[in-house]
């Protein structure tokens, strides 16, 4: 069977650059689930749809068709023949994201695809119900944390960088404040710290540092 490396944690906690660092050393296809959600949510904004009505959200989950791809050491999701990049890290995508992500029948239809892409092979998956709910029993699960501060400030820098910062590094924390309460309120696959994950707490570590904190805690058979 196919390995399994599972990551959760809060946005802006280290899990996109720790996992496609560590999926790189490894030979594991990194795997975005977060993604998906903001697909999701892209899609139903772009339908216009109330992403605060769960009934409405529903819909657009339906009849959402997502492709797979492997490309470049990490599955790439497709949308009527195009992938869909920045378009997905826009301040309105991160104020509705986490109303979409409770909806029961989505988090439902992207769980399932989750697990599908064992197929593909050794896989490094981050989001937040991974350790919890999608692949509770493998026995390398993380949980990366960092201060709220440490996690604007890279959010806002990630956003800077893509040209795309609409927002004051306070706005970007409470921004950040808002979606871990309803994260982890939420009904269905709230995020929290699951028993028995490995906790990194990134706050004043670098990322070299954070990537071999990683590493040393694997099993011997993921990094033999």
């Keep these: 069977m196919n390995k399994v490396i599972a990551v959760d944690g809060p946005s802006g906690s280290g899990k996109s650059s720790v996992s496609k660092a560590v999926g790189k050393k490894l030979g594991f296809l990194h795997v975005d689930s977060?993604?998906?959600?903001r697909i999701m949510t892209y899609l139903a904004i772009k339908e216009g749809v109330d992403t605060t009505s769960p009934e409405a959200v529903q819909t657009v989950a339906e009849k959402c068709d997502i492709e797979l791809?492997?490309?470049?050491g990490a599955i790439k999701y497709y949308i009527q023949g195009r992938t869909l990049g920045d378009e997905l890290r826009t301040p309105e995508i991160n104020a509705n994201a986490s109303y979409v992500a409770r909806v029961k029948e989505v988090r439902d239809k992207i769980t399932e695809l989750l697990r599908s892409m064992t197929k593909f092979g050794d896989i490094i998956v981050e989001g937040r119900d991974i350790t919890t709910v999608v692949f509770p029993d493998t026995p390398a699960r993380f949980f990366l944390t960092a201060s709220a501060e440490a996690r604007a400030a890279r959010r806002q820098k990630e956003e800077v960088e893509k040209g795309i910062a609409a927002q004051s590094a306070e706005e970007v924390k409470n921004s950040l404040l808002m979606r871990d309460k309803i994260d982890s309120s939420r009904k269905f696959a709230p995020l929290r710290k699951a028993d028995g994950v490995i906790e990194i707490d990134s706050s004043n570590m670098t990322l070299e540092e954070s990537i071999e904190a990683m590493l040393?805690?694997?099993?011997s058979d993921y990094v033999a």
Aim: aromatic residues 8%; negative net charge.
């Design 34 to 37: 977060g993604a998906l959600y």
């Design 69 to 72: 791809k492997v490309e470049d």
């Design 216 to 219: 040393s805690s694997l099993p």
